[in-house]
């Protein structure tokens, strides 16, 4: 049978026209695979650094250069754990190169932070760890077994340079994979308390202690973690394990166990302030409270697991007193060289709008590492505290480690979030005198604003419906003042959101004034008082050590 003439053309014509398309789609997927080779991506959120740009987060950003400057302006959006951000192109790409991660590592090898001056280098560390936190998530979300042991491998190289306190650890000195053994420790689900006590405060830590167990009857596990025989002694070990009585028992770490010492050396000086974000690191609980050994707490503990703001974010922190505003300008100067675009909680800071001097309590820290975020924030956090880096730059600018956790969870774009206030006063009343009429007429003072103030030894922060939560400075009235290290008493008022007066002397009393004085409730009277009376019997056991 033919084909009618008038139908010729057209049998022709789609043989024609289907071979140049399948031409057309073979020249495009070739150009495309060309162009990928030399560095070109369609999706910004592949991680790998084609030479000279390194892809972070979602948009590409240039290397840093030779010269040693911060690349303090790099900030990934927030991604939770449970993101999946593995597609086809990057699988394209692992199999296309057996590490393609090659470049970044050799980068942070080429220009690792070895020695002096640190300054600079803050907000770099923080991009380079959102680098890491990219791939741990990447690994989490691969289901190619192959692409999954490229980038742990990649993980562990970059972890390693990073972060020189996890090379050789003690227990596995050998070991190639220090922070996936890390975080094999880690309990799914755990969560737990973190008190670092030596000698010097051992009597605190039990103060707390006994609070926590026998009064507020919480069962959540206690770990104290202690810097070898020498920080706390086998005696006073046993000794606060002889006064659980209730719950499960203490257990004692010695952290240095746990890290390679010789960045890290809590032997020297600020040592027990340094040890607190490594006892965080290495604890097995996965949501950990990490608490100083003067904290009271106003509520059990398990209400910080519950606090709307970690659930949100995964770290709680809380906010220290607003003091001396305009009086820190190089440390905000420092803050501002190595923070270029400030997340949402930064931007509402009075401390970093305002320039007051303090933004952290690190008394009481909440974290959940099970967020990878978090735990690449934590990981910074550690950095800042590791021998070199504290002496020459994070004790010098700031105090202790106080604001090295927002400040390390800020500069990795970890998720983080403040109690709502800063620090409130909890205390005695009193008569601001600095305001009283020298002829003492009670309508002129008046007139002249006398303002009654509430002063005590302590910082106090408020839960999300304003009542009491916990506070520093401990059960004594004036721990600093050695006549005054048996003198017990209910602090009855509080006040916040209002002036803060600070004390001359490291050891006198700090004020606050100005604001609505609030009577503490029956049932904080009654705690507290249960809390001396536990105390007491505290101490006449420590007396009988000897």
């Known amino acids: 049978m033919k084909v009618p003439s008038s139908l010729v053309p057209r049998a022709v014509q789609f043989p024609r026209l289907l071979g140049v398309f399948i031409f057309t789609l073979l020249f495009l997927t070739t150009s495309i695979f060309s162009l ?27 290397l840093p250069p030779a010269t040693g400057d911060p690349v303090s302006n790099l900030q990934s959006p927030d991604i939770p754990p449970e993101t999946g951000i593995i ?50 998530i990447a690994a989490q979300q691969t289901s190619n077994l192959q692409h999954k042991q490229t980038l742990d491998q990649a993980v562990e190289e970059a972890i390693q340079i990073l972060f020189p306190f996890m090379r050789n650890p003690p227990h596995n000195p050998d070991s190639p994979t220090p922070f996936a053994d890390l975080r094999s420790q880690y309990q799914r689900g755990s969560a737990g308390i973190v008190i670092t006590a030596g000698d010097p405060i051992v009597r605190f830590a039990a103060h707390l202690i006994v609070s926590i167990r026998s009064v507020l009857r919480s069962n959540l596990p206690i770990q104290v973690f202690y810097a070898g025989d020498n920080d706390l002694s086998r005696l006073k070990r046993n000794w606060l394990s002889s006064l659980v009585t209730f ?42 409270i990490l608490l100083d050994a003067d904290a009271v707490l106003l509520q059990t503990p398990e209400v910080f697991l519950s606090h709307p703001a970690f659930l949100r974010s995964g770290a709680l922190l809380f906010h220290d007193r607003l003091l001396w505003k305009g009086g820190f300008k190089g440390r905000h100067e420092w803050w501002k060289a190595n923070i270029k675009n400030p997340g949402h909680q930064l931007a509402k800071s009075l401390v970093w709008t305002e320039e007051y001097a303090e933004e952290g309590d690190s008394g ?19 950095w800042q505290n590791s021998f070199p880096v504290r002496e020459s730059i994070t004790y010098k600018v700031t105090y202790g480690d106080k604001e090295s956790y927002w400040f390390g969870l800020e ?20 008569i601001d005198t600095d305001h009283q009429e020298k002829d003492d007429d009670p309508e002129k003072a008046a007139e002249n604003g006398n303002k009654t103030k509430i002063c005590s030894f302590t910082i106090a922060h408020l839960d999300e419906d304003d009542k009491l939560l916990w506070y520093n400075g401990g059960l004594l009235k004036n721990k600093l ?42 049932w904080e009277r009654t705690l507290l008082s249960s809390f001396i009376e536990r105390a007491k019997w505290v101490d006449e056991s420590f007396k009988g050590l000897g």
């Not at 990928?36 to 084609?50: A, C, E, I, S, Y």
């Not at 000086?269 to 609980?285: C, D, I, N, Q, V």
């Not at 967020?371 to 990981?379: F, S």
């Not at 500069?411 to 009193?430: I, Q, V």
């Open 481 to 522: 003042v050695k006549d005054m290290e048996d003198v017990y008493d209910v602090p009855n008022k509080w006040m916040v959101d209002a002036e803060w007066i600070k004390g001359s002397k490291k050891e006198a009393f700090s004020c606050m004034r100005g604001g609505e004085v609030h009577d503490i409730t029956d």
């Open 411 to 430: 500069l990795t774009g970890s998720g983080y979030e403040f109690e709502k206030h800063y620090g409130a006063m909890l205390g005695w009343e009193d």
């Open 87 to 136: 597609d086809s192109t990057q699988q394209e790409l692992l199999e296309q190169d057996t590490n393609p991660f090659r470049q970044t590592i050799q980068y942070f090898k080429d220009f690792e932070f070895k020695s002096h001056p640190y300054q600079n280098n803050f907000g770099d560390q923080g991009a380079r760890a959102k680098i890491v936190r990219n791939w741990l």
């Open 36 to 62: 990928r080779r030399l560095g070109w991506r369609p999706d910004t959120r592949v991680f790998r650094l084609p030479s000279p740009k390194v892809q972070d987060g979602s948009a590409l950003v240039p």
């Open 247 to 288: 719950g499960p028992p203490l257990e004692f770490i010695d952290i240095t166990t746990t890290s390679n010492q010789s960045t890290l050396q809590f032997d020297k000086a600020h040592g027990g302030w340094a040890m607190k974000p490594y006892a965080m690191l290495a604890s097995r609980f996965e949501k950990v």
């Open 364 to 382: 009481l820290v909440v974290l959940d590492k099970s967020r990878l975020d978090v735990l690449m924030g934590l990981m910074h956090i550690c």
